[in-house]
Each structure stands twice: as C-alpha cells, then as structure tokens.
C-alpha cells in the first residue's frame, strides 16, 4: 500500500459529525416535547429514528478506519495482533463498567452515584491517557494510581438489580463493549486474511446471515458455523464494521488503479440494494427495530451509511471542503475523549445542583441546549488536546 492512504480526511468528518450527534442525540432522550423523528424509535415500534441510525454509523466508522490504521501499524512493525486484542479488552472493559452504572445502588452503596460515576471516569483517564513524552517513572506511578482507583471503585460498587448479586454484574456489554467485541472479530479476520476484498466480503455476508438466521431461523446450516464463532449478540455489529472494511479495501483497490470513478456508482448500486433488501425483509417478520437488532434495521441502516460516507467522501476528498468541519474537528480526532467527557460532566452537574431556564428543558428550547452542550463537550476535548490531555486505547 502507497503511503497516500495513511489519513482519508473524510473519515476523520465522518467520524466528527457521528460524534457529536451522539453526544447529541444521547443528552436528547430525557428532554421532552421534541420532534419524535430525532430520538429512538420505541422498543416495540417499527420505525426509525436519527438516534437509531448513529451508532451502527459509528460502527461502520471504525471499520472503515482498519485497513488505514492497520497499514500503518504493519508500516510501522507495530505487534497487530496484540494491539487489536489490547484495544478491545480496553473497550470492553470500559463498556461493562458503564453498563453497570445504570444500576448502581446509591442507597446501600458508601458514595453517591455521581461521585462514584465521575472518580470511575477519572481512572479510566489516568489508565488510558496518551503519555508520549512523560517519563516512564511518572506514566507507571499515573496509571498505577488510576489502577489502584478503578479497584477502588470497583470494591465499593452494589447493585439494585434484585436479578444478579449485589456486586459487578454482566447484564448487556455496554456501548464501548460492543465495539470493542465488533472491532476484535473484524478487525482479526482483517488482519490474518491479509484484507483479500472477496474474504471481507464474505464476512460480511456471512454476518448478515447470522442476524437473519437468528431472527428468522432460515439458514439452519449457518447455526453450525456459528457454534465455532463467539459472538457478542447476532452478527448485527460485526455486520456494520464488515461493511465498513468491505467499503475502504474497495477505495484502496479503485485508487491504486486509478479508477476511483467507478467507486461512485458502486456505492450508489450496493447502497440501492441493501435498502430494498431491508425493506423486503421488514415486511417478513420483526420490523425496523435497533432494540432488537432486526435485519431490516441493519440492512437500512449500512444503506444509509454507505450513502452518507459517499456525501463525505464528496465533499471533503474530492472539493477539499474539510475545513467545514473544524468547529468539531476534536469529534474525529480526539473520539475516545469526546466520548469520555460527558460522564465526567453530568455526575459534576447532578451534584452541584445547578438548574437553568425551564425554557431549554424541552421543546425547541432543549434542542439548543442539546446542540450547545454537543458542541461543548467537543471543545473541551479540544483543549484538552491541546494541553496534551487525550485518550489512547
């Protein structure tokens, strides 16, 4: 691979304009009176919403963005391998401490929920900063504090849920763990199939399989590949990151032959077929639902992805409009503590008591506040970057 492809300035917006509407989208669930297209659909309802479409883009993100980091790493004699199971287990690791916030007993527990949620947060900092130019005394003392603080805060947790013991509990992986599993899986056969298109392809396809096997039990013979898989959940995710690997090995393959004129209908045409596909299924059985991982949902929301990376792949590679987006620029380089930050603010918010108009608490009022708090949060981690504050898994 040519060294041209080490940054595709249009995954970096992609992923900066997917951040912030998942910062945005996620401080707009609790707000009230606000267009019911915006959030996500009910789990019962066959819909979609803008909030149901955020995360699988999310996930088609990160597999786009493998093939161009792995080429550097490979570049660079980096261990992929390690780096790719390292980095998951991070992810992992994360997502299940997150998901049993939702469950932590303020009552029975010796800290408040916001004091525990934010000092979590904290050592996830300490752990996972980017300590390029720190001495190594100082790095092995910052993350061992941060080590010895997620103990900390692990001991002192209890659960609420009168279905598991009072202690850490499995209950779903969290947000960052189920991108931690997709990436692992993905990126794997990524790796040791050395990013042949047609073996990505077929994982794709295989992963669709799966999730329409799951749903509708059609492929009988697929339940027997699947028992030599580990999955977590129905394939929906892996789904998503295949596609997105699928899409950047063709944009590798069409540059290097200089044929990048044929990416565009292709994307179009597979864009096209998917989104039938989606909505044939959904009249089969199950509906558009991402509570429940439906095929439709995953067939139209990768349609939609594919459509919305061909608007970026436009706008920023091809008219060089990538200075569009450096009001959230933070959002597509500096992610992993775009996302982090909210979980800092809002247990610091809860336990000043502060209010604010009742004006920006619903309505067209909390849209603004939704949009000024997204944009917020990115430039926070962009000062941090500044000062040399960024995460790195």
Not at 11 to 19: E, K, Q
Not at 195 to 222: S, T
Not at 283 to 293: E, L, T
Not at 303 to 329: E, G, P, Q, R, T
Request: charged fraction near 10%; hydrophobic fraction near 50%.
């Amino acid at each position: 691979m040519n060294n041209q492809y080490t940054r595709v300035r249009s995954i970096d917006a992609f992923r900066a304009v997917t951040m912030f509407l998942m910062i945005f989208v996620n401080d707009l669930e609790g707000v009230p009176n606000v267009p019911l297209w915006l959030k996500h659909a009910g789990d019962n309802v066959d819909g979609l919403g803008l909030a149901d479409v955020i995360f699988p883009g999310f996930l088609f993100i990160v597999g786009l963005s493998i093939p161009f980091a792995f080429q550097n790493r490979q570049s660079s004699g980096s261990h992929v391998p390690l780096r790719i199971i390292t980095r998951s287990l991070a992810l992992i690791l994360i997502g299940f401490f997150h998901a049993n916030m939702e469950t932590y007993d303020d009552v029975a527990t010796m800290l408040p929920k916001p004091v525990w949620e934010s000092l979590l947060t904290f050592s996830f900092f300490f752990i996972f900063l980017d300590y390029r130019g720190t001495s190594n005394l100082n790095r092995n003392l910052l993350r061992g504090f941060g080590l010895v603080l997620l103990v900390t805060m692990s001991a002192l947790y209890k659960s609420n849920d009168p279905n598991h013991s009072t202690w850490l509990h499995f209950s779903w992986w969290g947000i960052l763990g189920l991108i931690g599993w997709s990436y692992m899986l993905c990126a794997l056969i990524y790796h040791y199939s050395k990013g042949v298109l047609w073996i990505q392809a077929a994982a794709w396809i295989m992963f669709i399989f799966i999730n329409l096997d799951f749903h509708f039990g059609w492929l009988d013979f697929i339940m027997q590949w699947k028992s030599y898989i580990w999955l977590a959940g129905n394939g929906a995710m892996q789904a998503f990151t295949m596609a997105g690997i699928v899409i950047s090995v063709m944009y590798m393959r069409l540059m290097q032959n200089k044929e990048m004129n044929l990416l565009w209908p292709g994307i179009i045409l597979l864009a096209v077929i998917l989104a039938n596909l989606g909505f044939i299924v959904r009249y089969v059985s199950g509906g558009i639902s991402k509570a429940h991982d439906t095929p439709s949902w995953v067939l139209i929301c990768t349609a939609i992805s594919l459509v919305a990376y061909m608007v970026f792949l436009y706008v920023v590679d091809v008219k060089d409009k990538y200075k569009w987006f450096n009001f959230i620029k933070p959002a597509g380089t500096n992610t992993f503590t775009c996302y982090l930050i909210p979980f800092i603010f809002y247990p610091i918010y809860g336990m000043l008591d502060v209010g604010y108009p009742e004006y920006l608490s619903e309505g067209t009022g909390g849209l603004i506040k939704c949009l000024v708090f997204s944009f917020i949060m990115i430039q926070l981690a962009g000062l941090l970057e500044k000062i040399n504050v960024r995460l790195k898994i």
